[in-house]
């Protein structure tokens, strides 16, 4: 009971920012104060909500961003894993046949050709950079595939890919 009414400045009043008060002296109806209060509070760790949420979208975003590039490298793994398999298998088998050595020597140095499947976000720099060990024979590629300036990849587009064999 220590604050003054705004109207006629009596004191003994309760709080009137905090619950409805009519003032006994003036009968002035003191809610309008209390909205007036309520609206001119501001609102306490607003800021912080805000951070949090700003940073828990940016956390989903780089997380996505992550398990699509991991998705990406599990795919070429998969690939060159198969790729060195069938390679082995076609090596393995080669050997196993019983010809001269002036033979097998020659087959052994012949290339081999793989058909690759273009896929989203592929371009002959990347891909000579997995099959060859250097983006920079990427020309090859384009040379092999009479690809022409200016060109795209279409996804699903098969590119033949010459890979010689030591």
Same mark, same amino acid.
């Given at each position: 009971?220590?604050h ?15 619950? =409805? ?13 209390? #909205?007036?209060? %309520? @609206? &001119? /509070? ?25 398990? =699509? ?13 198969? #790729?060195?398999? %069938? @390679? &082995? /298998? ?31 976000g ?35 587009q ?9």
């Amino acid at each position: 009971m220590n604050h003054n009414c705004p109207v006629c400045n009596k004191a003994g009043l309760p709080d009137y920012t905090k619950s =409805e008060v009519v003032c006994p002296q003036c009968n002035s109806d003191l809610k309008a104060f209390l #909205l007036l209060n %309520s @609206i &001119s /509070t501001p609102i306490k760790g607003r800021f912080g909500t805000y951070a949090l949420v700003g940073v828990s979208l940016l956390a989903i975003l780089f997380l996505g961003l992550f398990i =699509e590039s991991n998705i990406d490298r599990k795919e070429i793994l998969a690939t060159n894993i198969i #790729l060195i398999d %069938s @390679i &082995s /298998t076609l090596t393995s088998n080669k050997v196993n046949l019983e010809k001269p050595k002036e033979e097998l020597h020659e087959i052994e140095s012949k290339e081999a050709t793989v058909k690759y499947v273009v896929k989203k976000g592929d371009y002959p720099y990347k891909i000579a950079q997995f099959f060859y060990g250097d983006g920079n024979r990427y020309k090859q590629i384009e040379a092999e595939n009479k690809l022409e300036q200016p060109y795209t990849l279409k996804v699903g587009q098969i590119l033949l890919i010459k890979i010689t064999q030591d």
